[in-house]
């Protein structure tokens, strides 16, 4: 690990500054300064400046529309987008693009790849992910959405569950079980949806901040044709893993800017508070930043590696469960400085249900009430921790498997 960049990797980064410069009002703090309507339009504003420039998918081919650039010159590109406080894309680009345009450009058919990817990148569809199920969370290989070939189409029967942005998607790519007699892993096919259609249904889930960006998603005698499985024939577990494996190289980049940016804050929020000085939140303020600077040279782990070509394995499952079970507790700080507060909070609400609020959100009790009430679900999406801790076990120690 080298906590140092190359001159070239450091010419690139004034590029992307020149750029920021160029776009960004000089007055621009973040997107936390924004909410509403304005956070809505200066986000659709900002994916079209990002589509016009290549940057939407900064790693693409340039023949599908994105920007040829290097893994380093990606991970500049993320560093500074965090930094400036400006999102890489829209609400539900992390599973269009970040996630399925990566996964199509390995697995997909030459029709598929020409006529979806450009089609994410102009906006024409927007997708999410249809994994989880009420018996299959954590463990995938238990789907159960029924998968029948009747003429040229799929004929799609069962639910899926906890549909981030669902609500949000006019497509959606979905494990079926297409072979029943297969073993679990063997009988499932990685199929892409096209939601506006009478035999799907979504519904909101409400989440315990108020919010509501999980969904449940019915299929009811839904169709798919019988060309739009990726991957081959129940080869879906192969692909759908390959799907998670993306977006970690820019999580290990951007995850660390974030939660220290967040720490910042509640260091000016202890001090706003005049407990700044007491010795047990000083205590607890330092623990903070020592866990985000372990963060930030884990990232740089990770990033060494997936500059080098190596892709995400089951060592992932480290960073997520370092980052979502200490998300819990510095959350809890927040609070606890907060006090009665904190029990009618008020102000700007985070804008997003996942991980630390945007940079330069307000300290407002909303702002950071929020933030705690969510951080609980950074414990079970994406695998929950105590999943995380058994691929850590098995996978990456070598211990025995738990008995089932």
């Known amino acids: 690990m080298q906590p140092t960049y190359t001159a070239e990797a450091d010419a690139y980064r004034e590029k992307v500054l020149a750029f920021l410069a160029e776009k960004l009002p000089s007055s621009w703090a973040g997107i936390g300064k924004l909410e ?39 991970v500049i590109l993320a560093e500074e987008f965090a930094k400036a406080g400006v999102p890489t894309g829209g609400p539900n680009d ?10 199509l450009l390995q697995w997909g058919s030459d029709e598929q790849k020409a006529h979806y990817l450009p089609r994410i990148l102009s906006g024409a569809d927007t997708w999410c992910q249809g994994y989880s199920e009420p018996n299959a969370g954590s463990d995938l290989s238990n789907v159960a959405l029924r998968g029948v070939l009747d003429g040229d189409q799929w004929v799609l029967n069962g639910q899926k569950i906890w549909t981030s942005a669902g609500h949000l998607a006019d497509h959606i790519f979905t494990l079926v079980r297409t072979d029943a007699d297969a073993p679990r892993h063997k009988g499932i096919s990685f199929v892409l949806v096209d939601m506006r259609q009478p035999g799907i249904e979504v519904r909101p889930i409400k989440m315990i901040s108020g919010d509501s960006e999980f969904n449940e998603v019915f299929y009811t005698d839904a169709t798919a ?109 927040a609070v606890d400085i907060l006090g009665a507060d904190a029990l009618a909070p008020s102000g700007r609400a985070p804008s997003s249900a996942f ?24 414990t079970i999406y994406a695998g929950s921790s105590q999943i995380q801790r058994n691929i850590i076990g098995e996978m990456v120690l070598g211990l025995p498997k738990e008995p089932r």
């Open 355 to 378: 991980q630390a609020d945007d940079a330069g959100a307000p300290n407002s009790s909303a702002s950071w009430v929020g933030t705690f009430l969510t951080s609980r679900a950074g």
């Open 94 to 103: 992390v599973f269009g693009i970040q996630m399925l345009g990566n996964t």
């Open 225 to 333: 044709p019988k060309d739009e499985i990726v991957g081959g024939l129940n080869n879906g577990w192969a692909v759908a893993m390959t799907l998670l494996g993306f977006e970690r190289g820019e999580a290990a980049a951007t995850m660390p800017i974030r939660f220290q940016a967040e720490v910042d804050r509640l260091l000016l929020l202890a001090k706003e508070r005049g407990v700044a000085d007491d010795p047990v939140i000083r205590q607890r303020l330092a623990w903070a930043y020592g866990k985000v600077q372990i963060m930030r040279y884990n990232g740089m782990r990770v990033l060494t590696r997936f500059l080098k070509g190596h892709h995400p394995g089951p060592d992932g499952a480290i960073s997520k469960l370092y980052w979502s079970e200490y998300h819990k507790l510095v959350t809890e700080l």
């Open 36 to 74: 509403g309507e304005a956070l809505t339009a200066f986000v659709r504003e900002w994916r079209t400046t990002l589509y016009e420039r290549g940057y939407l998918a900064p790693g693409w081919p340039t023949e599908y529309g994105g920007a040829g650039l290097s893994a380093l010159e990606q």
